[in-house]
């Protein structure tokens, strides 16, 4: 074959390379550096780019707002027209831990999202407190804002007793792109119950309610 009959043999080669390479996949960007692949075949509750049994706090305006893609069905509540305590029995035969903490922010409102493995379902009683007190030391703990929401779970236990991987992220979070949760504190598990304090920058009404698969306990509260 001389010179000249293998130009345009070469341009063909050349040519059908780059559509090749114009139809590859590759990763996308995220917000925030993480990477996200092209879609799969999911339905609309399938669980958006945090894995349930990520610890980490989180902010997102998907779904639920606490980083999963729908939620169960439940009905959101009304928010209360006051500041009343909210309290629930747990089931008979809970028995489990916290695993996640998430936040979210959703017009009128800040989400703070509880996540509970183990069996049964978790019971809870929040309310507003003067100060926030860990247990066990009674050392005070100090949160930005004007206002303190104590959530305090029930049916849990010691992770060694419950086998449950106990969430294990920062004990002290700020509530990123939300408008009246200030931050966040863990404070962990002791003598079966679980306690975490949100700070607010007011005490405004808020909501408090369950949804499942997997369990979360999801409290609301009121921008005004």
């Known amino acids: ?13 050349v040519l059908l390379g780059g559509l090749l390479a114009g139809c590859g996949g590759g990763n996308e960007q995220e917000a925030g550096g993480g990477t996200t692949s092209p879609p799969a075949a999911t339905s609309p509750s399938s669980p958006g780019p945090s894995s349930p049994s990520s ?33 629930q029995a747990a089931s008979a035969d809970a028995f489990g831990n916290v695993t996640a903490i998430r936040i979210g922010h959703h017009d009128g409102y800040d989400r703070v999202v509880l996540e509970y ?20 030391s009674g050392a005070v703990v100090d949160l930005r804002g004007s206002a303190t929401l104590q959530m305090t779970i029930t049916g849990v236990g010691n992770p060694p007793d419950t086998g449950v991987q106990e969430y294990s992220g ?25 306690v975490v304090f949100v700070g607010t920058e007011s005490a405004t009404a808020f909501r408090v309610y369950q949804l499942s698969n ?8 009121a921008e005004h």
């Open 117 to 136: 493995g183990g069996r049964g379902t978790p019971g809870w009683d929040v309310r507003y407190v003067d100060q926030a007190v860990t247990q066990g």
């Open 170 to 194: 920062p004990r002290r979070f700020s509530a990123h792109g939300t408008d009246i949760v200030t931050e966040v504190y863990f404070d962990g598990t002791f003598e079966g119950t679980t």
């Open 55 to 87: 610890s980490a706090p989180s902010s997102s305006h998907d779904g639920d707002g606490d980083g999963h893609g729908g939620d169960d069905g439940t009905a959101q509540p009304p928010f209360p027209a006051d500041t009343r305590p909210d309290t």
């Open 1 to 13: 074959m001389t010179r000249e009959s293998a130009r345009p043999v070469l341009a063909a080669l």
């Open 214 to 221: 997997p369990v979360r306990i999801v409290l609301e509260v």
